[in-house]
């Protein structure tokens, strides 16, 4: 167990012991820390077997449970304010636990009329114990999330549910508020439009919803405000003003939903927090550079690598473009002056122009919407308005696209993703998919994993993963199939890899006069609405990606008969993860349910990321060995890429640890 349990209850929160602000230091580990940590958290999966089993819990809860008067009456008040005293007091000891979890349960029962599972006993009673635990899709974590933040506001520490979406943040905090309400304590949630006082108000609440990049720009904004201090003794004696001091109270309890999306896929994203600054001549720059570069020629001139989304020139090609820039493209020209007469500095600024011509697409890698290019994320579907491509990648796409060009930013503070959960005090989470990366999740956050069984044993069914050698004869299959399954009455979910493909599919639906829905990141503001009407008999809805992902799909009425859910997964997703993701859409808590995937030989992720000769070898295979050439054909381009993308993550944080350091040689942090 964690070494910070059975210790008094004022090490997790602000106090005389943590100071105001409280958070984890920075530790650079050595590589004999690093196995002494590995060692110890094999240890702790060791202990979980006993410590957080299933059978463990329930006893531990349900003997809790017996002593516990009615819901409701004077003496269940009398018995909870009794419990949060020796919470406060004593900590987030293994028996205060399970009397917190039995009246937490007690609470929803009486409030919301929900009685937590046994299962979901077990997965809070491991992150309380400072586990990543996977939960099934449908095994209701949001319930799950109120056992562990309750148990932590009980005892008075500071608690931050995290999820991905702020949809989700928002309608999670207002449908459990009755239960924090009867356990006494207070529950808000932190969107987007809140001004700094607004904040300041929803993190002084016992628990507080919000996402992963609300709570880490309020970070980095604080840091500001606490002049970039790294002193835990500095940070200890400060007094902070409550109307112009920092929002948060520090970083001393997270439960982190989705913990796969938000701490390994959104890891790649440095946070920078940053202010605009205007350059008209920037304007000019950029069109000149999409102007020069319309002008060489992929392969001869410059050569793209899609899977790394990158462009490079070619010793043909930085001879062309200096031959553009000398004459400027016309006879007698005096040619282009200024920055377009060094050599490195013209190379590197057309070679993002080519980028944002050949390698960035519309409504696959980005969104047009009013007169703004908002990024889409390639592992949830959704747009991130906020968020920008750095080096004036940006700025090329909004000149190419048309649109108004934004100004260049400059950093006022940073942070990776990985650096700022490490410095929670306590760190758990939950996924439905985290085994893949249960490595990741040990040798980057020091946590273990914990898989949860689920509440009623799965009923889905996994159909033949079906090959097409073209991606025309791959969508023309797809409708077809819809057609047939749709004729039966059995609801229909799609899942796409992009806005593009979505709007594509929907046009050949509407060729074959099938209604249906369309969820994508232009429809992101009725995501809730469209995917929770998704199993009714004879819906047709087709989605990007994991979009609606934290919203139950309910069977309508006679759909269970019918066989229940049916997902088709049109193309392989970049990680095997979202892939199950989609899949577990359907066939929740025991309901029926089937699935199958669709791949092309051309589909953007076999054509980038499959070496040639094993494409064509799966291209032999396809008839003789279909299931051989689908796993060669979705399983290895996946786990290539993922591959990269971990690297990525590593290089990240070392370029974090980089820059950390470099700043504060300067005398400055972050």
Known sequence: MPEWLGQSGDNLRPGVRLGAYPQRADIDSGIADRITDSVGIKWQQLMARRHCSLAYVRDQVNNAAKVLPKAGSREFDSHLQQLKANMARDGLQGHLVAQAFAVVRACAEYTLGKRHYDVQLMAAWAMVHGYMVEMGTGEGKSLT????????????????????????????????????????????????????????????????????????????????????????????LQQFDPDTGPVLRGLCFAIVDEADSVLIDEACTPLLLSREIKDPDREQMYAQALTLARQLHKDRDFSVKQAHMTVTLTPAGKTRLASLCDSDGQAGASGLQGIWRGKQRREWLVQQALAALTVFRADEHYLIRDDRIEIIDPNTGRTMPDRSW?????????????????????????????????????????????????????????????????????????????????????????????????????????????????????????????????????????????????????????????????????????????????????????????????????????????????????????????????????????????????????????????????????????????????????????
């Open 145 to 236: 999330a109120t056992l562990a933040a309750a148990c932590a506001g009980m005892a008075k520490i500071p608690t931050h549910v995290i999820t991905t979406n702020e949809y989700l943040a928002s309608r999670d905090a207002a449908d459990m508020t009755s239960l924090y309400q009867a356990l006494g304590l207070g529950c808000s949630a932190v969107t987007e439009d809140m001004s700094a006082p607004q904040r300041r108000s929803a993190y002084s609440a016992d628990v507080t919803y919000c996402t992963n990049k609300q709570v880490a720009f309020d970070y980095l904004r604080d840091r500001l405000v606490t002049r970039n201090e790294n002193s835990q003794l500095a940070l200890r």
């Open 390 to 670: 750095q080096q004036g990648l940006h700025q090329m796409v909004e000149a190419k696209e048309g649109c108004t060009i934004t100004g260049q930013r400059e950093t006022l503070a940073r942070i990776s993703y990985q650096r700022f959960f490490l410095r929670y005090l306590h760190l758990s989470g939950m996924s439905g998919t985290l085994c893949e990366v249960a490595g990741e999740l040990q040798s980057v956050y020091g946590k273990p994993l914990l898989v949860v069984p689920p509440n009623k044993p799965r009923q889905a069914r996994g159909l033949a993963c079906h090959v097409c050698s073209t991606s025309e004869a791959k969508w023309q299959a797809i409708v077809e199939r819809v057609c047939e399954v749709h004729a039966s009455g059995q609801p229909v979910l799609l899942g796409t890899a992009s806005v593009a493909n979505s709007e594509r599919l929907s046009e050949m639906l509407d060729a074959q006069r099938i209604p249906h829905m369309v969820l994508s990141a232009r429809q992101d503001a009725q995501e809730a609405q469209v995917v929770a009407g998704a199993g009714l008999r004879n819906a047709v809805t087709v989605a990007t990606n994991m979009a609606g992902r934290g919203t139950d799909i309910k069977l309508g009425k006679g759909v269970a008969r019918l066989g229940g859910l049916h997902v088709i997964a049109c193309e392989p997703n970049q990680s095997g993860r979202v892939d199950r993701q989609l899949f577990g859409r359907c066939g929740r808590q025991g309901e029926p349910g089937s699935f199958e995937m669709y791949v092309a030989l051309d589909d953007a992720l076999v054509s980038d990321h499959l070496p040639h000769s094993l494409h064509t070898l799966g291209l032999k295979i396809r008839s003789s060995a279909p299931s051989l050439a689908a796993s060669l054909l979705t399983k290895w381009p996946q786990r290539a890429l993922q591959y990269r993308l971990k690297a990525q993550r590593r290089q990240v944080l070392h370029q974090d640890k980089q820059m950390d350091d470099l700043l504060a040689f300067s005398g400055r942090s972050e």
